[in-house]
């Protein structure tokens, strides 16, 4: 079993800039691919970002590539999301999730964490 703890999260102005945190408990995190979503309110939960889990390479959604860099150590068995140039469309709880390879689908995700909140005010 994996257990994932979301942090960083918070309130910023447009443009501000936020880093999340994602550490695995239990088993380590270091053999799977790692997600983050978010969800908004009244809106699906949608994907976000993956790493592999080597941390070689990485997907985005579209939304928010240039703005937002998922990285990972593994030594530390966390996950970040530096996220800069926030924007209102960016509040929703963020979360984040780990599969046996780096999927935009959250279905495929086992593990998840309960969330952190986002919010960005102009």
């Known amino acids: 079993q994996v257990q994932l703890s979301e942090s960083g999260g918070g309130s910023v102005q447009v443009g501000g800039s936020l880093r999340l945190s994602c550490t695995g408990s239990g088993r380590p995190v270091t053999t799977y691919s790692m997600g983050w979503f978010r969800r908004a309110p009244g809106r699906e939960r949608e994907f976000v970002a993956t790493?592999?889990?080597?941390?070689?390479?990485?997907l985005y959604r579209d939304s928010v590539k240039g703005r937002f860099t998922v990285s990972r150590d593994n030594a530390k068995n966390t996950v970040y999301l530096q996220m800069n140039s926030l924007k209102p469309e960016d509040t929703a709880v963020y979360l984040c999730?780990?599969?046996?390879?780096?999927?935009?689908?959250?279905?495929?995700?086992?593990?998840w964490g309960q969330g952190t909140q986002v919010t960005v005010s102009s």
């Open positions: 999730a780990a599969a046996q390879g780096p999927y935009t689908n959250p279905q495929l995700y086992a593990y």
């Open positions: 790493i592999t889990h080597s941390g070689g390479a990485a």
